[in-house]
Every structure is written in structure tokens, then in C-alpha cells.
Nanobody, 129 residues
Framework: EVQLQASGGGLVQAGGSLRLSCAAS????????IGWFRQAPGKEREGVAT????????YYSDAVKGRFSISSDLARRMAFLQMNDLKSEDTGVYYCAADRSGSSWGLHPSGDPSLYEWWGQGTLVTVSS
């Protein structure tokens, strides 16, 4: 059973930075997609940043390009999201998700939540203006 554990959320002032971490247990394959999604109150869940571990391809939403950076540590089965220059509109619950399909399937990296099989619990990010 694959389990994802997200951490690192908190309260930060606008312009500040946070680093989220996602630890995946039970993930025995080396080629997979992993990424971050967020959901603000009253809004649908949206893709923020994702990557495929086989070739390192990445996806970023337009809203976070140039400010957020996703990375992974394959050996430790971890993914990270470095968030800089945070804005109030970045506030939301951030979820880590993974899917067994790597880039070779032609679907990933993707910001479409419906393509991800495994989900962790969320971590709350609150950006005060």
C-alpha cells in the first residue's frame, strides 16, 4: 500500500518562503509521477507542480512559474516543493500525490488531479498579506 505524508505547511507573510516535503512509503517502482496540488476554500483542487522521476520532466501551473520549484530524492522516495515569493492567493491546503505512470505513458507530468492514483493528507499553507 502506497502512503504519502506531506509536511512543511504553516503561516508565512507575503513575500516569504516555505518548503513542503512529501515522503512516500510502499512505493517500490522507480518510474512514477509525483507532485503537488492545492485547494483553496471554495475552489477546485488544482495542480501546482509535478514531475516524472524517470526523466525529470516537470509541470508548473502558470500561477507559480518562476516562484515555486519541485524536486525529488528518488533514493529516499521524497518530493519537495520550494515556494518563494509567496502571495495571499497561494493560501490553501497542499496535497502530495503520485501515480504509477512515468513519462513514457505520455500522460505525465500533468497538473490534472484525476490522473493521480495515490494521495496524501494535506498540509495547510496560509499566506498573510
Amino acid at each position: 500500500e502506497v502512503q504519502l505524508q506531506a509536511s512543511g505547511g504553516g503561516l508565512v507573510q507575503a513575500g516569504g518562503s516555505l518548503r513542503l516535503s512529501c515522503a512516500a512509503s510502499g512505493l517500490v517502482i522507480d518510474d512514477y509521477a509525483i507532485g503537488w496540488f492545492r485547494q483553496a476554500p471554495g475552489k477546485e483542487r488544482e495542480g501546482v507542480a509535478t514531475l516524472t522521476t524517470d526523466d525529470g520532466s516537470t509541470y508548473y501551473s502558470d500561477a507559480v512559474k518562476g516562484r515555486f520549484s519541485i524536486s525529488s530524492d528518488l533514493a529516499r522516495r521524497m518530493a519537495f516543493l520550494q515556494m518563494n515569493d509567496l502571495k495571499s492567493e497561494d493560501t490553501g491546503v497542499y496535497y502530495c500525490a503520485a501515480d504509477r505512470s512515468g513519462s513514457s505513458w505520455g500522460l505525465h507530468p500533468s497538473g490534472d488531479p484525476s490522473l493521480y492514483e495515490w494521495w496524501g493528507q494535506g498540509t495547510l499553507v496560509t499566506v498573510s498579506s
